[in-house]
């Protein structure tokens, strides 16, 4: 377990080069990282390793019945994982990087685990830039809050730090999160669209770029 602290350069929380490369390995060797981002601090593991996502359910004592999250650092990514309907990307355009899930048509890269057994996946793009740098180098990696289960939402590595411990290789520390409170998490199914968990983004600026 190693903590390791983010410089400030303004409002970007920064790492050398060298030592993003050291996490994104982790990452890619299948290990856990606490992350910052603009809404919580997020458990992540390799999105397309069953194992690895394995351990992000059971360091969180998460319910393996609830499905898990992916954060991606680009559309491209984002294309490579999922499948964009003309609604969605609609949204995406408009409020990624930012707080908000899209719940999506998963690709098979993405494997069962993460979505319980579900063909859809949920996607993330956080608006932080030393997450998206981690993100970009790593791959896609897991989207949940670097908590216990049903525990206090993590706006501070130290609340990670208690609930997670030992099962986590490294944690990121930026701060306090910068929003403070969840995504909101938007389905789209047959045209319609479904506020599947009211967060940050309120629900009118959705309608406002869906409608525009």
């Not at 994982?81 to 409020?95: E, T």
Request: glycine share 6%.
């Amino acid at each position: 377990m190693e903590t390791i602290k983010c410089k400030k350069k303004g409002t970007e929380s920064c790492l050398p080069e060298s030592e993003i490369e050291r996490v994104a390995m982790e990452l890619r060797a299948g290990k856990l990282v606490v992350y910052p981002t603009e809404t919580l601090y997020g458990l992540g593991a390799n999105a397309c390793d069953p194992t690895a996502v394995k351990h992000v359910y059971m360091a969180k004592k998460r319910p393996f019945d609830m499905p898990i999250s992916v954060a991606v650092s680009d559309m491209t990514m984002l294309e490579s994982v999922a499948i964009l309907d003309p609604m969605s990307r609609k949204l995406a355009a408009k409020f990624m990087p930012g707080p908000i899930t899209l719940i999506l048509t998963k690709k098979p890269v993405i494997p069962d685990i993460v979505t319980s057994a579900s063909d859809e996946v949920g996607i993330r793009m956080p608006d932080h830039s030393l997450a998206l740098k981690v993100i970009s180098k790593a791959g896609p990696i897991t989207s949940t809050s670097a908590n216990l289960h049903a525990r206090p939402e993590p706006t501070t590595i130290a609340s990670s730090v208690k609930d997670l411990g030992e099962n986590v290789s490294v944690y990121l520390d930026c701060g306090k999160t910068r929003i403070g409170t969840r995504s909101t998490i938007i389905a789209i199914h047959d045209g319609d669209m479904e506020i599947i968990r009211q967060g940050a983004i309120p629900a009118e600026k959705i309608e406002e770029v869906l409608n525009g």
